[in-house]
Structure formats: structure tokens, C-alpha cells
């Protein structure tokens, strides 16, 4: 009867412990950093979701799970991605009653599978001041296998950052080539003391499988600015350029006069510092200027930099003066104010109805030009035309009374109807034509158109075609 009894009592004592049994299977003892390592733990008649996991979180990045059951088994299924290399110590899990045994894994620095991966943490300048621009720059140096995907830098307090390009260099590490991976961000701080940056796990892929490697840390201390320092004195160098400018422009046309500055300037001190330096030059206040921050994602080297638009209306023609503008800023090296300038410019401000007006004479000009032309073309040639003919008749003339109808008919410089008589062809004649030796050629004909005299009418044929050749 008591030996009965006893066996019942180690039957059920048999049956409790299988149906609070728990176990653990890892799918590789050793791994290499970077690749997953299936974690599994089994449990009969036990709640694995009350299972505590803080104590992976030592050695490892705890990544997505699944869980599934069948009957009183229940299985969940872990991917842990290492933290560092070497001996790892799975410790033992209780749940309830029941204790899993402890396992032991290797984590190796690369394999033939995953290459070895290293990262690096640096901020440019080494010592920053609050309210001083500067870069952080993660690199990430691989076999050029991998596909990265850019971590997101958490906001931390006392830290303004704003993510900027990356790059893809070929570099060599140790004497061993690698792919140099460099993620960029615009930071500064904002508050005085020890600061420290800390990235998520880096991701990356190969052959579709997803990778994580253990980002580097960085911790810094910023250090405060002087009392006295005004908020709208940036800190740090202050770059400023503008766009080139037209050398005229019409008048009572806005004008953009596009100013970049590069800086730990902000766009309401910006603004302020325009508008303080534009009150005195009215015709560059006519409008309020606007301040943009830009956003160079694929320009590593840029820094925080703002593109100011001044909108100018010329309101009187003549030489407009753009004044010269001054930015200071505040020398971490040094401690002293600095002072960023742009040169003064003039604009030669001109009227457009002048120009219309230019524009319109022109193109009269250009039109009148080819009649006047014609006009002029057509009265030289008939002058040409009747000095002919008039020649023509005094050469081929028989006797004086056609001489001088022939010498009547040439109209000299006026081109006109044939004179009635000598005499009105006389007083014809331009005055710079009427010389002594043609005068005396005119009564010579007249006399032998009378009949006085009828000899030497060859010479004087010749005389009268010299002086017509000349009119």
C-alpha cells in the first residue's frame, strides 16, 4: 500500500517537471560581428512572454522575434546582433520552476560571408563652443560588399544636429584597401558642459540578408561663451558672397540682390542685421528682405548657411549705391570679434522711356535712311544725265545759235527748265560758278549769236565744255 502510494507520488512529481521544462538553442556557436544569431527558446506548459530578456542586452542588440505555439509547446524565436567580438556567456533564463542551461558563443571580426567592419566617431573642430557651428562626420570602412543605410542621429539634449551628404571614397586603412563610407551632420550646441553623441546600431544589408554593427561612441565638452557676447553675434567664421549683379538696370523695375552667408548665424539675426544696415537707404527698403536656410543634402563641405533675397526699386535714374554691408561674428581662437564684409557696388540706373524713345529714332532712322537714299541717288543721277545731254549738245552744236541753245538747256546745279536768254542763264548760276573766263565765254557767244563774229567758235566750244563739266 505505501509502495503504491509512492510510486503515484513520483509519477505526478515526474510529470511536473516535463511540463515545466524550458530550453535554449542558439543556430551558431560561433558568428561573425555584424550577422545575426538565432536564438531560440522552447517551453513546455510555461509563459515565455513573461520570459525576462534584459540580461542579452549587456552583449546584444535584440532584434525582431516570433513566437508560435502547438498544444502546451511553445516556442519563441530571437535575433540577437552582437555588441562586440569575443567570448560570449548566455546566461541561464528561470521561468518559474524551470532553468535553462547557460551557452557559450564566438564572436570573430569578419568572415567569408560578413567582411570586417570599422567605424569611427570625429566632430571638426575638435573644441566647439555653444553656438558654434560644426561637423560630425561618422566614416564606416568595409570590403565594398555591403549596402549601408545611414543611421538617424537621435536629438539629444543640448545638441542641434541636421543631417547633411555622404560620400563613397576608395582609402587605404593599414595597408589594406577598403571602401570609406563618411555619413556628415551640421551640429551645435546649445548649452555649456559635457555632451555626448550616441548612434543606433549601423544597418546594412548583403545578398538580402540585414546586418548590424555596433556604432562608435563620441563625447565632447562644449565650452560657454563670454558673458558679454550679444545673441545675434554668431560663433565661428562667417563667410558671406553674393550673386553677381547688372551692371545698368531700368528704372522702377525690383531688383534681387541675393546674399549667401555661411555661419552659425540665424535667420532672425539675419534679418534684424539687414534691415538695421538697409534703414538708412530707403530705396533698398521697399521691400522686406527674405532670409531662407538651405539645404545642401549633397554637399558635404556646407555648413549652416542662409540665402538672404534685398529687393531694390530704383526711384530715380543715375548711379545706384549699394552700401557696404558688415556681419560680425565672434573668434572662438582668439576671443575677439571678427568682422565678415561685402563690398560696396554701383548700379547704373537708367530711364526706359529714354530708351524707347532711342529705340524708336532708331528704327525711324533705319526706314528714312533707304528713301532719302533713293531720293538722293535719283537727283545725282539726273544731274549726271542732263550734264551729259547738255555736253552732247554743245559738242554737236553747227553754229552759235545752237551753241547757245545748247548752253541755255544745261540748268546747272538747279536741274530746271532751259533759260529764255543768256542773260537769265547767267543769273542761274550758282555764285562759286560764276567766273571771269565763263563770263567772257558768255558774251563772246552772245556776240556771235548776232552775227558779229563767227570765228574761233571751236575754241570756244571747248571752253564752254570745260566750264559745263564744272557747274
Not at 556567456?89 to 568572415?111: D, E, W
Not at 555622404?166 to 551632420?185: F, I, K, S
Not at 558768255?442 to 575754241?459: F, H, K, Q, T
Request: net charge positive; with cysteine.
Amino acid at each position: 500500500m505505501r509502495a503504491g502510494a509512492l510510486l503515484l507520488i513520483l509519477l505526478g512529481w515526474a510529470l511536473c517537471v516535463r511540463a515545466a521544462s524550458l530550453s535554449v538553442q542558439v543556430g551558431h556557436a560561433v558568428s561573425p560581428l555584424g550577422a545575426p544569431i538565432n536564438l531560440t527558446f522552447s517551453a513546455q506548459e510555461l509563459p515565455l512572454e513573461q520570459l525576462d530578456l534584459q540580461p542579452l542586452a549587456r552583449d546584444f542588440d535584440l532584434g525582431p522575434s516570433t513566437s508560435s505555439q502547438s498544444g502546451d509547446q511553445q516556442t519563441l524565436s530571437l535575433n540577437l546582433y552582437p555588441l562586440h567580438t569575443g567570448r560570449i556567456v548566455l546566461p541561464a533564463f528561470r521561468l518559474g520552476t524551470a532553468v535553462s542551461r547557460p551557452l557559450i558563443l564566438h564572436i570573430t571580426a569578419g568572415s567569408d560571408l560578413v567582411p570586417d567592419v570599422t567605424s569611427h566617431l570625429s566632430i571638426e573642430p575638435a573644441q566647439l563652443m555653444v553656438r558654434q557651428p560644426g561637423r560630425l562626420m561618422l566614416d564606416i570602412c568595409d570590403d565594398g560588399s555591403l549596402l549601408w543605410k545611414r543611421p538617424v542621429l537621435p536629438t539629444g539634449d543640448g545638441l542641434y544636429q541636421r543631417p547633411m551628404g555622404e560620400t563613397q571614397t576608395q582609402v587605404m586603412r593599414n595597408g589594406v584597401p577598403c571602401t570609406l563610407h563618411r555619413y556628415v551632420w551640421d551640429i551645435m550646441p546649445t548649452r555649456a558642459g559635457p555632451l555626448s553623441v550616441r548612434l543606433p546600431m549601423l544597418a546594412a544589408s548583403k545578398f538580402g540578408t540585414a546586418l548590424r554593427f555596433p556604432p562608435p561612441t563620441l563625447q565632447f565638452n562644449a565650452q560657454a561663451v563670454p558673458d558679454w557676447l550679444p545673441l545675434v553675434v554668431p560663433v565661428g567664421r562667417l563667410r558671406i558672397t553674393a550673386e553677381p549683379l547688372p551692371a545698368r538696370w531700368p528704372l522702377r523695375r525690383p531688383l534681387a540682390w541675393t546674399l549667401t552667408v555661411q555661419g552659425g548665424l540665424g535667420a532672425d539675426e539675419l534679418r534684424h542685421l539687414l534691415m538695421m544696415q538697409l534703414a538708412a537707404h530707403p530705396q533698398l527698403t521697399a521691400y522686406p528682405p527674405v532670409v531662407k536656410q538651405l539645404a545642401r543634402a549633397n554637399d558635404p563641405a556646407a555648413g549652416f548657411a542662409l540665402r538672404a533675397v534685398i529687393y531694390l526699386r530704383p526711384g530715380r535714374d543715375g548711379v545706384l549705391h549699394l552700401p557696404r554691408l558688415v556681419f560680425p561674428w565672434f573668434d572662438p581662437a582668439t576671443g575677439e570679434l571678427q568682422a565678415a564684409t561685402l563690398t560696396d557696388a554701383d548700379i547704373a540706373v537708367f530711364n526706359p522711356l529714354y530708351r524707347q524713345l532711342e529705340r524708336a529714332a532708331a528704327l525711324l532712322g533705319a526706314a528714312v535712311a533707304p528713301i532719302l537714299a533713293g531720293w538722293w541717288l535719283r537727283r545725282y543721277a539726273r544731274r549726271v544725265l542732263a550734264r551729259r545731254r547738255c555736253r552732247q549738245a554743245i559738242r554737236t552744236a553747227p553754229d552759235a545759235v545752237a551753241l547757245s541753245r545748247a548752253l541755255r538747256a544745261c540748268a546747272g546745279a538747279s536741274c530746271v527748265s532751259p533759260a529764255l536768254t543768256l542773260g537769265r542763264w547767267w543769273e542761274r548760276l550758282p555764285r562759286k560758278a560764276k567766273t571771269p573766263d565763263l563770263a567772257g565765254r558768255v558774251r563772246l557767244l552772245e556776240v556771235a549769236c548776232y552775227g558779229r563774229g563767227d570765228a574761233g567758235l571751236e575754241e570756244l566750244r571747248q571752253g564752254l565744255l570745260r566750264d559745263v563739266g564744272r557747274l
